[in-house]
């Protein structure tokens, strides 16, 4: 168990629909990273929060969206859903500057159907 | 543009021997190389770690070793067991003036071991 816990574990919603994936980091971890694996491919860098505030963003397409709450807990919310969206989502989270290591969620398997 | 290539989709090893993993990159920003384990349903557990000043990193039965001349890193698992049959994914980061450590994954190699 990583103590990075993802809700839901998974999501099957039609094309044209909207889906929030929530994630809560270790504690004490600072850091929440989403990336998305999809079927043909390795993990992929979506969006990074920092204590808050967006950090770093990566590949993710505008229809996506991110927060990350006082809490530290972060939310992705995925918009006008396509096939291709089908994927799965995961979450890490570390401590930047004390250590590289990220520590993963189980993940949430989204269907778009 | 992959930055972080595993050119050997899979690997199978009988049991007792070494499993030898191995990664390639391209950009020698990358100050930090880990390796992840995953297993089906499951998300990627962190396995072991090298910076990119050292050339070799031991935990165990694992050890990483890093050629930043050749940008090529490799793991290896000795003695292999049936247990450590998952999907293994290289990735790499680097701070820079970004402040952010994001990690690029390689797509994976699928390691079996044999009983």
């Known amino acids: 168990d990583s103590g990075v816990t993802q809700t839901p574990k998974h999501l099957i919603t039609a094309t044209g629909q909207r889906v929030t994936l929530r994630c809560s980091p270790r504690?004490?971890?600072?850091?929440v990273y989403w990336y998305q694996q999809s079927l043909d491919q390795g993990l992929q860098f979506l969006i990074q929060?920092?204590?808050?505030?967006?950090?770093a963003k990566g590949n993710i397409l505008e229809r996506f969206s991110a927060q990350q709450f006082p809490d530290l807990h972060s939310e992705l919310n995925l918009s006008s859903l396509e096939l291709g969206d089908s994927a799965l989502y995961f979450c890490?989270?570390?401590?930047?500057?004390?250590?590289?290591?990220?520590?993963f969620g189980p993940g949430t398997r989204l269907t778009v159907t | 543009d992959q930055q972080v290539k595993q050119n050997s989709p899979s690997l199978s090893v009988q049991e007792g021997r070494i499993s030898i993993l191995n990664c390639d990159y391209t950009?020698?920003?990358?100050?930090?190389f880990l390796w992840y384990k995953k297993y089906p349903a499951e998300g990627p557990t962190f396995l072991i770690s090298?910076?990119?000043?050292?050339d070799k990193n031991e935990d165990g039965r694992f050890t990483v070793f890093l050629n930043k001349s050749a940008k090529h890193l490799s793991l290896h698992i000795v003695p292999s067991q049936p247990g450590d049959s998952a999907v293994y994914f290289c990735a790499a980061s680097g701070f820079g003036s970004s402040n952010t450590g994001k990690l690029i994954f390689g797509q994976g190699t699928t390691l079996q071991v044999k009983p």
């Open positions: 950009n020698s920003m990358f100050d930090y």
């Open positions: 504690s004490g971890d600072l850091s």
């Open positions: 929060y920092y204590n808050g505030e967006e950090r």
């Open positions: 890490a989270s570390s401590v930047p500057r004390d250590s590289y290591e990220q520590y």
């Open positions: 090298i910076s990119s000043i050292k």
